[in-house]
């Protein structure tokens, strides 16, 4: 059984920075995409970044230039360094991991993350 744990979340103004992290545990194959998404209140979850188990990075259009991922293979670990925070960045970030040889899709239960003056 694979278990996500998301933490860094929390209040910050805008302009500023939080650092979100995700561990991964239980059995998952070195071969995996790991990810985070979010969901602000009344909206659908949408993409936020993900990273090969390789290091190849794909992230969404309102993100680019402000939120870089990265990870540590060898502590199954991911994180999502956010800058230059915009209140639209408000919602709950959810991590996720896609695995081989199935891709089924593990979800964290998500950490808040408020972006208010």
């Known amino acids: 059984q694979v278990q996500l744990v998301e933490s860094g979340g929390g209040l910050v103004q805008p302009g500023g920075s939080l650092r979100l992290s995700c561990v991964a545990s239980?059995?998952?194959?070195?071969?995996?995409?790991m990810g985070w998404y979010r969901q602000a209140a009344g909206k659908q979850r949408e993409l936020v970044a993900t990273?090969?188990?390789?290091?190849?990075?794909n992230y969404a259009d309102s993100v680019k230039g402000r939120f870089t991922i990265s990870r540590d293979n060898a502590k199954n670990t991911v994180y999502l360094q956010m800058n230059s925070l915009k209140p639209e960045d408000t919602a709950v970030y959810i991590c996720?991991?896609?695995?081989?040889?199935?891709?089924?899709?593990?979800w964290g239960p998500g950490t808040q993350v408020t972006v208010s003056s």
């Open positions: 239980g059995n998952i194959s070195n071969r995996n995409v």
């Open positions: 990273i090969t188990s390789a290091g190849d990075t």
């Open positions: 996720n991991l896609r695995a081989a040889p199935t891709f089924t899709a593990y």
